[in-house]
Antibody, heavy 118, light 110 residues
């Protein structure tokens, strides 16, 4: 059974950093594109970033609003996906979902809540 | 303002059919495959339709998808109260080099 479990969410102040992790199981992690998708409270879905199967030299894409502040990465040996978030803003407050897929999103984690507030 | 445009809400009586539209442009729907997602409150979204009109294993044929030019449509037949949820379309935008979603449509069973 495919399972994705996010961790690392919490409450931070504007300008601070946070790293989300996603542990996956039930499929060959290194064979799939992965993404982060977020959902602000009461709002719709917003794609954040994706990464191809390779770890270091692979293709990565970001939504304009996070480019330069967020970094997506992966460790295929440990079945881990990461999202390093820097210079966080109030508008980054959302539930962040770890998702299998780069454009079409097949399996979703339960989400991790990130709250940016002073 | 979402790149893809969906109606905020649709409704129908039990047993009826509803359709949800998703309008985009040549750089997104016009050039790439569309997927659809179902989300119940407080839970993660679930893939309903991929590659415009294909259903993943376990998704009933109650749900159908289609695409024409720069628009896509999700159809739900035999509407039940258990289908009340938010539905999102999504695709890749080649100009933005980003995945994009519609704003979501709330389905209500009258």
């Amino acid at each position: 059974e495919v399972e994705l479990v996010e961790s690392g969410g919490g409450v931070v102040q504007p300008g601070e950093s946070l790293r989300l992790s996603c542990t996956v199981s039930g499929f060959t992690f290194g064979s799939f594109w992965m993404s982060w998708v977020r959902q602000a409270p009461g709002k719709g879905l917003e794609w954040v970033a994706n990464i191809d199967q390779a770890e270091d030299v692979g293709e990565k894409n970001y939504v304009d609003s996070v480019r330069g502040r967020f970094t997506i990465s992966r460790d295929n040996a440990k079945n881990l996906l990461y999202l390093q978030m820097r210079s966080l803003r109030v508008e980054d407050t959302a539930v962040y979902f770890c998702v299998r897929g780069g454009v079409q999103f097949w399996h979703w984690g339960q989400g991790a809540l990130v709250t940016v507030s002073s | 303002q979402s790149v893809l445009t969906q109606p905020p809400s649709v409704s129908a009586a039990p047993g009826q059919r509803v359709t949800i539209s998703c309008s985009g442009s040549i750089s997104n729907i016009g050039s790439n495959s569309v997927s659809w997602y179902q989300q119940f409150p407080g839970t993660a979204p679930k893939l309903l339709i991929y590659d415009n009109d294909k259903r993943p294993s376990g998704i009933p044929d109650q749900f159908s998808g289609s695409k024409s030019d720069t628009s896509a449509t999700l159809g739900i037949t035999g509407l039940q109260t258990g289908d009340e949820a938010d539905y999102y379309c999504g695709t890749w935008d080649s100009n933005l080099s980003s995945a994009v979603f519609g704003g979501g449509t709330k389905v209500t069973v009258l």
